[in-house]
DNA sequence: ATTTGTCAGCTTGTCTGACAAATCCTGCAA
DNA sequence: TTGCAGGATTTGTCAGACAAGCTGACAAAT
């Protein structure tokens, strides 16, 4: 009977494949931080004092707090010192950091992100249902052409539904939103370039992804958030099916 | 009429406050990385040959490649050198980029990232309501009355609040969902540990959240998915507005 | 008494040179 | 062809130095 407990650690668990005396000290000091040894605002001890608590070089001092300013816990201001950033919670978000040690993402984890990617996606056309301005329509329907354009030549259409899916996250008028949506997107299609053989997509597959396309698009016109949700967690479940299949295919 | 451009650039936007050479640096580099100039496996330039194409020194080199690192573009090897990263896409999700600027988030910005919470709240809770076992039910129920027994002692019933959402998350069956809901409420846990007294929590509002977890649980517990992600879209929406009421209030 | 100018000390940013550790590559011997 | 030794290459770490910017104290002027 496993208890409750709130699993938030792992969201800025420490790589265990931490390289070198730097990664280690990043761990230490970022443990401080988080543990409330250093609060919001506060300054952090000098290179100089590190350099001699840790007995390591300032080069692997300053390593350490350069790896804590990209992540988000300290900033630093030459002449003053490193002082803790004032918005602990708004850290990074590390997708990867469950499964950074293996190649890639097994099947099981594969799935959990296209899961993932539906959720955003359907939130996503809910609100841009009901937020759609004309200019929105107008890229929508531009985009689409355009996929349209694309099957009808050797064209794969990659570019043109990237452009269709930016546009759904225009309308839906949440940055956030769309920020993460592009974060999945970019993902994926880095995925697969790398699966995928691009011959793949010529074929009867796109005709599908089209007609979701199509359901997506008059539901968006509409203004039926049940449906602009329903048909782009559905374009997703298919894309994923459609994913795993190209993947059983030979390489060659 | 703007076109519809991606707006995938977003998210590993350069921070134009970048601090110092190496910051340039790094984001000449992961230009050159995300322009396809290196792709994913290809070998870096050697220190040695950066320092002397850039005019720089080492040391310089050296941070903008740990920075690099640390964004998950690169990874370097002793003795062998420094590679673009195998899987370009699970670089890092920057909420704050956007942000990063200004002291606290505005009421825009909040309502947005809110809605974000709504949605990955609201689809967690569907497949909750789909794929909860029986000891996810218990630990549900067991956070649920913890709950009760906070509302009537002086607890406000944080804790208990945080382990109930753990435990819908956990019943969801879905680490990067779950992952990403933890991410998302410890920055409001942050955040409102920043604007809200304490004392605001005694009152009815928790009371009306627990009338919402009420709700929660029975849907999930019926199997309903979509009562279930209404219950917590509704949820999370009435949480926005007790915020802003009490961010509204005096600060003593 | 308050404001302003100056300066000394401190801290981070950058540079230089060196050595250690790990890897890669070449050539030689079996 | 295979195996191994050894040099060359590359990153990791160290040490010292100067430049750039900040802070606080003190003196001078209003």
Redesign the interface.
């Known amino acids: 009977?496993?208890?409750?407990?709130?699993?938030?650690d792992?969201?800025l668990a420490e790589l265990p494949r931490s390289?070198g005396l730097?990664a280690m000290l990043a761990g230490r000091l970022a443990a401080s931080i988080r543990a409330g040894e250093f609060g919001p605002g506060d300054r952090l001890p000098t290179e100089k004092q590190l350099v001699e608590r840790f007995s390591v070089s300032r080069?692997v001092v300053?390593?350490a707090i350069?790896?804590l300013k990209?992540?988000?816990f300290v900033e630093?201001r030459?002449g003053a010192g490193a002082f803790v950033a004032?918005?602990?919670?708004?850290?990074?978000?590390?997708?990867?950091?469950?499964n950074n040690e293996m190649?890639?993402l097994d099947a099981a984890?594969l799935a959990?992100?296209f899961?993932?990617r539906?959720?955003?996606e359907?939130?996503?056309a809910e609100?841009a249902a009901q937020r759609r301005s004309a200019?929105d329509l107008?890229?929508?329907n531009?985009?689409f052409a355009q996929m349209e354009q694309a099957l009808q030549s050797d064209d794969n259409g990659a570019a043109a539904d990237?452009?269709f899916h930016?546009?759904v996250?225009?309308a839906a008028h949440?940055?956030?939103?769309?920020?993460?949506a592009?974060?999945l997107?970019?993902?994926?299609?880095?995925?697969r370039a790398?699966t995928w053989q691009p011959a793949a997509r010529s074929s009867g597959s796109t005709a599908a992804a089209q007609a979701e396309h199509r359901a997506l698009l008059d539901a968006i016109t509409r203004g039926d958030p049940g449906a602009a949700g329903a048909a782009a967690r559905n374009h997703i479940t298919e894309a994923a099916g459609r994913y795993r299949a190209a993947d059983k295919q030979p390489k060659g």
């Open positions: 009977m496993p208890s409750p407990t709130i699993p938030v792992l969201i390289t730097s080069a300053r390593e350069a790896r990209t992540d988000g630093t030459q004032p918005r602990p919670g708004l850290a990074n978000f590390r997708i990867a950091a469950l190649g890639l984890d959990h992100v899961e993932l539906g959720v955003i359907a939130g996503m609100l200019a107008a890229a929508l531009a985009a990237d452009s930016a546009a996250a225009m949440n940055p956030y939103l769309a920020q993460f592009a974060f997107a970019q993902h994926f299609s880095a995925t790398l």
